[in-house]
């Protein structure tokens, strides 16, 4: 009897496992993925952040504004392939760098573990935290700042405690941040004397005839007035003869 040729088998396609919201809690419903809610993040960087292996360095991987720019290949001599460069995107050149991907990060983090009431507020906690020091202080020093604190929860998230997001660390503050503010803006110089208070308080308002002052009582107290025809009607600029 002839024996039934074996049949080819397809290749199978990539496995994409099911990463349940809340699985670090019994009672969430494993049916709803965080690949369904987070389509635009690849599985791998999903994985990475639930697993807290993902670095402060790898936040550009979360920007939405780095998938509509062409891709750009290095040549790894290691493996002797392409891949994929981050360089551009690694420059975190502004706050906002930063901060988009960076809520994208804690969605992730804070639908995973759904069932936590505290949770979410100690993200809200870092987040109103990293704003008020870009206020005061310069971006890079922040950058610095919050890149160490951001790698420093990784061994604190594995033993399930995630307080220290709303803890600021007042060591790395003093060495990163504190001594950095921001130049103070300069202030608009205000005007000289001679312009505030004319040496004859009767003399006709110059200003007014260049038509530069237009408020009346004249704030430098003096007459609204043609200097050519002394009508208060109208200044020199629109004295006719």
């Given amino acids: 009897m002839n024996a039934t040729p074996m049949l080819p088998i397809a290749p199978s396609m990539e496995f994409i496992p099911l990463i349940p919201?809340?699985?670090?809690?019994?009672?969430?419903?494993?049916?709803?993925?965080?690949?369904?809610?987070?389509?635009?993040?690849?599985?791998?960087?999903?994985?990475?952040?639930?697993?807290?292996?993902?670095?402060?360095?790898n936040l550009h991987k979360l920007d939405p504004t780095n998938h509509n720019k062409d891709t750009a290949y290095t040549?790894?001599?290691?493996?002797?392939?392409?891949?994929?460069?981050?360089?551009?995107?690694?420059?975190?050149?502004?706050?906002?760098s930063i901060l988009v991907p960076l809520n994208h990060y804690l969605c992730v983090l804070g639908f995973y573990l759904l069932k936590s009431d505290t949770i979410p507020f100690v993200f809200h906690q870092y987040m109103a935290?990293?704003?008020?020091?870009?206020?005061?202080?310069?971006?890079?020093?922040?950058?610095?700042?919050?890149?160490?604190?951001f790698n420093c929860q990784h061994a604190k998230m594995a033993a399930s405690n995630y307080s220290g997001w709303g803890r600021p660390t007042s060591d790395l503050l003093d060495k990163h941040v504190y001594g950095h503010r921001k130049p103070t803006p300069p202030k608009a110089p205000k005007a000289s004397n001679a312009e505030q208070n004319p040496s004859n308080p009767g003399e006709v308002c110059h200003k007014f005839n260049k038509s530069k002052c237009t408020v009346i009582p004249c704030p430098w107290g003096c007459p609204h007035s043609c200097s050519t025809c002394s009508k208060t009607n109208h200044g020199k600029h629109s004295h006719k003869d």
């Fill in 21 to 57: 919201a809340g699985a670090a809690n019994s009672t969430s419903p494993a049916s709803i993925s965080l690949c369904t809610w987070f389509p635009d993040i690849e599985v791998v960087v999903i994985m990475a952040i639930i697993m807290h292996e993902f670095q402060a360095a």
């Fill in 75 to 96: 040549f790894n001599s290691s493996t002797n392939q392409f891949e994929v460069s981050y360089c551009t995107a690694k420059e975190y050149k502004t706050p906002f």
């Fill in 129 to 149: 935290h990293i704003l008020e020091l870009i206020a005061v202080y310069e971006w890079s020093t922040v950058y610095n700042y919050h890149s160490m604190f």
